[in-house]
């Protein structure tokens, strides 16, 4: 628990006493709060603990920002702000229509993973809500990569997370003309891999899919799948395998496959499916494997048979499954292949 009699436990005690926006948060203060001074996991009196990550420098002080870091740099419409200083209309077309698309990226020691993928993902929805010809998607990428430095996140594992909305208007359904200034966010924080749960797998849920019919599209419009995960949630269960038509489609918040004698079966990518980074690394380290691949529709009937079940997914990773509902996948521990493009996906270079 820490000497709280320790001085700088007092400075922390008085600093949380004076800002109390900043709970709960991961960061270490500027060196003019705590010269000298490294903190891990310092609780204070009367207010949750702050954990502090050893990552990262700036000003003589180490620093990561956790999702809900007040201190936190992020990128907002060109430039680069702390988060406490962003201010977004009530009537943005995100906020009132969920009009705009985003993306995930992981990132290790300061490389972004598979970028010119995720690039090419955004590129593509930004195309299908007719939005691309007005953002200058070079310049956000660059800004999204000099997030990690400045949020002491070139050393580890971190995710970014982008968005970007048609911008702000009065409401009305069809596109404002003359179109608004798009609404461009950008955040980075920690991101701790699952590590425990690769090693044991996790149990999921069947749940119906209903979403809209442009899942490819990676769209602010999550509420189904918000329904669906906080199902899971309520069972005890990581994710939601969500079912369309008597098929299993996707998680989510993941891609997911089974394996049927030695067979990596997984839906083929549909208007119904998101074109999934992991899942298109994953497929391919099958074939670097010589592992074969099917990928056809699976009945959420037959996945009793698999051997094996598996989720894709950016911070999710190749995730196993050993519990459906009430049943039990295979032996109830992570099965081999699923083990072998675990190994081989975090051996990857992280570029």
């Given at each position: 628990?820490?000497?709280r009699?320790?001085p700088?436990y007092?400075?922390l005690?008085t600093?949380a006493?004076?800002?109390?926006r900043?709970?709960?948060?991961?960061f270490?203060?500027?060196?003019?709060?705590?010269?000298?001074?490294s903190?891990?996991?310092?609780?204070?009196?009367?207010?949750?603990?702050i954990?502090?990550?050893?990552?990262?420098?700036?000003d003589?002080?180490r620093?990561a920002?956790?999702?809900t870091?007040?201190?936190?740099?992020?990128?907002?419409?060109?430039?680069f702000m702390?988060?406490?200083?962003?201010s977004?209309?009530?009537?943005?077309r995100?906020?009132?229509?969920?009009?705009?698309?985003?993306?995930?990226?992981?990132a290790?020691?300061?490389?972004?993973?598979r970028?010119d993928a995720?690039r090419?993902?955004?590129?593509?929805?930004?195309?299908?809500?007719?939005?691309?010809e007005?953002?200058?998607t070079?310049?956000?990428?660059n800004?999204?990569h000099e997030l990690?430095?400045?949020?002491?996140?070139?050393?580890?594992?971190a995710k970014?997370?982008l968005?970007i909305?048609?911008g702000a208007?009065?409401?009305?359904?069809?596109?404002p003309?003359?179109?608004?200034?798009p609404?461009v966010?950008?955040?980075?924080?920690?991101?701790?891999?699952p590590?425990?749960?690769w090693n044991?797998?996790?149990k999921?849920?069947?749940h119906?899919?209903?979403?809209?019919?442009?899942?490819?599209?990676k769209?602010?419009?999550y509420l189904?799948?918000?329904l669906?995960?906080?199902?899971a949630?309520e069972?005890g269960?990581?994710?939601?395998?969500?079912?369309?038509d008597?098929?299993?489609?996707e998680?989510t918040?993941?891609s997911?496959?089974?394996?049927?004698?030695?067979?990596?079966?997984?839906h083929p990518l549909?208007?119904?499916t998101?074109?999934?980074?992991t899942r298109?690394?994953?497929l391919?380290?099958?074939?670097?494997?010589?592992?074969?691949?099917?990928?056809v529709?699976?009945?959420?009937?037959?996945?009793?048979?698999?051997?094996e079940?598996?989720?894709?997914?950016?911070?999710?990773?190749?995730?196993?499954?050993?519990q459906v509902?009430?049943?039990?996948?295979?032996?109830?521990?992570?099965?081999?292949?699923?083990q072998d493009?675990?190994?081989?996906?975090?051996a990857?270079?992280?570029?």
């Open positions: 628990m820490g000497d009699s320790r700088e007092q400075r005690n600093f006493q004076e800002n109390p900043t709970s709960p948060l991961s270490v203060l500027p060196s003019a709060h705590f010269p000298a001074v903190l891990r996991s310092y609780p204070y009196l009367g207010r949750p603990r954990d502090v990550p050893d990552s990262g420098t700036r003589g002080a620093y920002c956790s999702d870091c007040i201190l936190m740099t992020v990128y907002f419409n060109g430039a702390q988060k406490a200083d962003v977004i209309s009530p009537d943005d995100g906020f009132v229509f969920g009009d705009g698309v985003y993306e995930v990226v992981r290790e020691d300061g490389a972004l993973f970028l995720h090419r993902r955004l590129a593509r929805s930004l195309e299908a809500i007719r939005l691309r007005h953002v200058d070079e310049a956000l990428w800004s999204v990690l430095p400045r949020n002491g996140l070139d050393a580890g594992s970014v997370y968005q909305t048609r208007a009065p409401r009305r359904h069809a596109f003309d003359p179109p608004p200034e609404t966010y950008a955040r980075a924080n920690a991101h701790e891999p590590v425990q749960k044991e797998g996790v999921v849920i069947f119906p899919d209903q979403r809209w019919a442009r899942c490819d599209i769209s602010l419009n189904p799948n918000v669906a995960n906080q199902a949630q069972a269960a990581y994710e939601a395998l969500q079912v369309r008597g098929f299993v489609t998680g918040h993941s997911v496959a089974a394996v049927f004698d030695g067979t990596v079966t997984t549909t208007n119904h998101l074109p999934s980074i298109e690394v994953t391919g380290l099958c074939e670097d494997l010589d592992r074969p691949v099917d990928e529709p699976v009945a959420a009937a037959d996945l009793p048979e698999a051997d079940l598996f989720l894709m997914g950016t911070t999710t990773g190749i995730m196993p499954i050993v509902e009430d049943w039990t996948v295979g032996d109830g521990t992570p099965g081999p292949v699923t493009l675990l190994a081989a996906f975090r990857l270079d992280p570029a």
